[in-house]
């Protein structure tokens, strides 16, 4: 296989890169990095100093290509599929750029200040730093709500990067930070994305690892529930 990607299941921006190489049937072997073991630690150190995840390494052009959005469009680049997912059009691809770096940014972000804080040692926990975590997700929620109105996917009819990175960020975020009753686009859009096939295999993969999530209690029993 010339490409595998180093991840763990349960990680949200791991999430972003599988539903885009599901997106377009991409082959490739998945590889778990083990934080908690030293040897996978290591190795992934080696990989990448950073020490982030995902990485994936093409062994046909010898590269490690790191970082979610690159990863993405080094795919479609050396790897096309029949969806793609930054388009041509210079001005689509802004806004695609644009909402790909505001779930990062102003979703995934505050959402894992929340989660982080909750498994900090006794002590050291940041009440003012999650406060404001949950003030940025009540703005991007509202500035998302409008984004959404009379549109399918987050920049319009087509579905692209920026919705792969909408998923794993809302889906988390929806339960640390719940959405307001009032945010009826919020909700169907979620909805909508857990639909597509790509996300509904990113989940089932990660839900044996569900358990091990912080707010677990607060997740949909059915996420919860592996199958024997």
Known sequence: MLLKLY?????????????????????????????????????????????????????????????????????????????????????????????DRFFDLYVSGPMQKIVTDRIRPEGSSDPHGVAEAHATLDTAYAMIEGQLYGRQWITGSDFTLADCSALPALFFASIVHPFGPDQRELHVYLERLLARPSVQRAMREAQPYFKFFPYREAMPKHFLEVAE
Do not use: M
């Open 7 to 99: 991840i763990h299941p349960l990680a949200s921006f791991c999430h972003k890169v599988l539903i885009g190489l599901y997106e377009n049937a991409t082959s490739f072997d998945s590889h778990i990095v083990d934080f908690a073991d030293f040897g996978s630690a290591a190795s992934h150190i080696e990989r990448w100093p950073v020490g982030k995840i995902p990485v994936l390494h093409d062994s046909a052009n010898n590269r490690i290509v790191p970082e979610t959005s690159i990863i993405v469009e080094y795919l479609q680049h050396h790897y096309p599929g029949p969806l793609q997912l930054i388009p041509d059009d210079k001005e689509r691809q802004l806004d695609v750029r644009l909402w």
